[in-house]
């Protein structure tokens, strides 16, 4: 055994890496956290921890290796927000991965609240509108697999967010993120529009301004066409 007198930082990292090699991730945050009391500024062992996470992270995605994906990202997460809580400095950088780890590792509730505090730095920068959509849509196809019978409607929550920052920006200075924010978002608002309970009671006219909304940012958007054919009808 190494005296602790003798112990160097580098000592706790290497341990704690062993203990997490071995599964036991509690122990090696326990010698992680003595590598940042030795020396404050070796919190960026948490950010190179996480890193390592991330690329075994996305090297599980392009091997379509579910249990891969959920282990390794929610590593990534984990040491993500060590790294958030330990840093002096709170930058939209380090909000924005860590809620894109929470996101791959499905743990959608904490990758809102981090895409939150994303927006809440810089509310117009796209990325995040564009996952916390594809978390409202998991969370209705969820409700729908449950019951399917059920109306769910979480994607209309950030598709009014898209509107209400992007929706006043004329067309023709949209940047291509956001034109195709807003024509998700306006497509979301107008199908809710003509049929938000699911019995068939259809309402063109309140669809009708999301619709006319699409047709100017883009005249050919196809998606839009089935509704526009039914409601030109009437």
Known sequence: NIKPEYTIKDDYEAYGRILLAMGNMEEADKNFEKVVEMDPEQVSVYEKLASEYESKGKAARKAKDKEGILSNYG????YRELYLDNSVAKSLK???????????AEDFDKANQYFDEVLNLKNDYAPPYQYMMQIA???????KAADTTAVSWEVKGPAERVVAVFGEKPADQLKKSEKNLLLTSYEILANYNFDPNGDGNYNCSAARPFIDKI????????????????CDQF
């Open 94 to 104: 380090l909000y924005y991965t860590t809620a894109k780890a929470n996101f791959y």
């Open 137 to 143: 849509y998991k969370k209705d196809q969820a409700t």
């Open 75 to 78: 590593k990534e997460a984990h």
């Open 215 to 230: 047709l100017v940012i883009d005249p050919e958007y196809a998606r839009i066409k089935p509704l526009t054919d039914y």
